[in-house]
């Protein structure tokens, strides 16, 4: 059975920085596409950062990209998302997903699920 469990959400200041964290309960990480999304109340689950199998390859949504990397380490079976320059924009409850394509924006292509972390910008 699939378990990922993030940690490291927060409160923070505009501005500041954040690093979420990962667990993952797979037997088979090291073959799998992990990635982060985000929902902020009212919207839509979005996209954030996807990182391939080997950590080689990362895909970031354009309103984070050289803001925030996405990485990972098989051996410890963890991701992170390292979140710098935070924005009020940026408040959403953060998840932590896997599946096959690190390269997809799309929700329906992470199989796996965790339950989230809240991050919340202040302004």
């Known amino acids: 059975q699939v378990q990922l469990v993030e940690s490291g959400g927060g409160l923070v200041q505009a501005g500041g920085s954040l690093r979420l964290s990962c667990a993952a309960s797979?037997?088979?990480?090291?073959?799998?596409?992990m990635g982060w999304f985000r929902q902020a109340p009212g919207k839509e689950r979005e996209f954030v950062a996807g990182?391939?199998?080997?950590?080689?390859?990362?895909n970031y949504a354009d309103s984070v990209k050289g803001r925030f990397t996405i990485s990972r380490d098989n051996a410890k079976k963890t991701v992170s998302l390292q979140m710098n320059s935070l924005k009020p924009e940026d408040t959403a409850v953060y998840y932590c997903?896997?599946?096959?394509?690190?390269?997809?924006?799309?929700?329906?292509?992470?199989?796996?699920w965790g339950q989230g972390t809240l991050v919340t910008v202040s302004s």
């Open positions: 990182i391939n199998w080997s950590g080689v390859s990362t």
């Open positions: 997903a896997a599946g096959s394509n690190y390269n997809s924006d799309a929700p329906a292509d992470f199989g796996s």
């Open positions: 797979i037997r088979t990480f090291r073959s799998v596409a």
